[in-house]
């Protein structure tokens, strides 16, 4: 008889598990599928690319209807589990429980809202999910103003896509850099310039005080230096916090994510977490390698394999409004470590790299990301590229140092 199996959430790492699962033991589990979107998993990733325009959500679907009738998986869809019940392993829902032998929360993450005043005024929202697009979409449909609080990766998608559809878009960012978790000050300034090129304001240093509004309708934002940014649309991207008071509810061990072991158990052995709800060792995990690499986990573990998550060493590698952007590793400064920067700003060229006991530490490189594999591997497995060390910065494809296509300056700090 199969064994029972329960997944509230149908996000990226959710859709992978059961890749996995109906591939490599089709039949072994009765699935039941919750998820508080009234849809199947799509790729997050690609909302971005929605909003600009670029794609429809229908491409972004990665398991349609037919998929999950195709390998007999029960979709609860749009309908939010109000409970578990630990003892008598019950899921509860509004339209009936669900009994099961094993559990998986997926329930991935929320978006950060400011507890700004005004911040529950109409046309103020966040940006997570297919509705959030949707709104943006229609928004932009009537023109006008967006201001964007946030100068991470997905605030600068928001404002790219906005400013595509012709809003005319201000970004506020408290830091004093763009993504100043994934690039450094100069790296940082290069986007700032790309984006203001673009039509995009770009205040950063700026710290939102409160929100105008006009009739139950945001009118603008205001800044503690007085500044007035006035919009028909604020989006709020300033982060994500793991989405865990189903767990809480329960009574698992929570942190600042769902508590789980090398395996993915929580502190109940009957039930798994999995995706961006989880802290393991410390770590919360937003990007997507990680999550498939949990998935992978997962489905060996509930297939009775050895298996253990190792959070993997990750790069980031982006297209903000068509700047490529890499950076992996760690570059923070420090007395026992040297950098090689090659820097041409007139060409919106930069790469910064960072070297301990002849080892590559960190990369960070604008306008140019070619190669980004090669440097990601040699700060993965830590190699000696001592013997490499004057001509590193090319990449693997330039034996000898030449500055095109830079042109710029190519500078030694320790």
Not at 230 to 245: H, N, S
Request: charged fraction near 25%.
């Amino acid at each position: 008889m199969a064994e029972r199996l329960v997944i509230i959430g149908a996000g990226m790492a959710a859709g992978r598990l059961l890749d996995h699962l109906v591939e490599e033991a089709p039949g072994r589990y009765d699935i039941t599928l919750f998820n508080a979107e009234p849809r199947g998993t799509y790729n997050r990733i690609m909302l971005s690319p929605v909003l600009a325009g670029e794609t429809h959500f229908e491409e972004i679907v990665t398991h349609d209807d037919a998929w999950y009738a195709r390998h007999a998986i029960t979709c609860r869809f749009g309908e939010k589990v109000s409970g578990i019940d630990r003892e008598a392993k019950l899921v509860h829902a509004p339209n009936g429980d669900v009994p099961y032998d094993h559990l998986v929360i997926a329930t991935g993450s929320s978006p950060v809202m400011l507890p700004l005043p005004g911040a529950d005024l109409a046309g103020v929202i966040g940006y997570r999910d297919f509705e959030d697009t949707e709104a943006m979409i229609a928004a932009a449909s009537r023109g006008g103003r967006a201001v964007v609080i946030g100068g991470g990766l997905l605030g600068l998608e928001a404002a790219a896509g906005l400013a595509a559809r012709g809003m005319e878009v201000s970004v506020v960012h408290l830091m004093g850099h763009l993504m100043e978790r994934q690039l450094d000050p100069a790296a940082g300034f290069l986007l700032r310039k790309a984006l203001n090129d673009r039509g995009i304001r770009v205040i950063c240093g700026g710290v939102s005080k409160e929100i105008a509004g006009e009739n139950g309708q945001v009118r603008a934002l205001i800044l503690d230096d007085g500044t007035e940014l006035p919009c028909d649309l604020l989006v709020m991207a300033v982060g994500i916090r793991p989405a865990t008071a189903l767990a809480k509810e329960a009574g698992l061990a929570v942190g600042r994510g769902i508590l789980v072991d090398d395996q993915l158990h929580s502190s109940d052995p009957a039930i798994f977490g999995l995706g961006e709800c989880v802290e393991h060792d410390g770590q919360l995990f937003g990007l997507v390698a990680p999550l498939f690499d949990q998935a992978r986990v997962l489905a060996d573990v509930l297939q009775g394999r050895e298996a253990a998550f190792t959070p993997p060493e990750v790069s980031t590698k982006l297209k903000v409004t068509g700047c490529d952007i890499f950076s992996a590793g760690d570059f923070a400064p420090a007395e026992t470590r040297e950098e090689i920067v090659l820097s041409d700003p007139a060409r919106g060229a930069y790469r910064r790299l960072v070297l301990e006991d002849g080892r590559l530490k960190g990369a960070v490189f604008y306008g140019d990301s070619r190669d980004s594999g090669w440097f990601h591997d040699l700060i993965r497995t830590g190699a000696d590229v001592s013997a490499l060390r004057e001509t590193l910065i090319f990449g693997p494809a330039d034996p000898q140092p030449q500055p095109a296509p830079y042109g710029g300056l190519c500078s030694l700090t320790a």
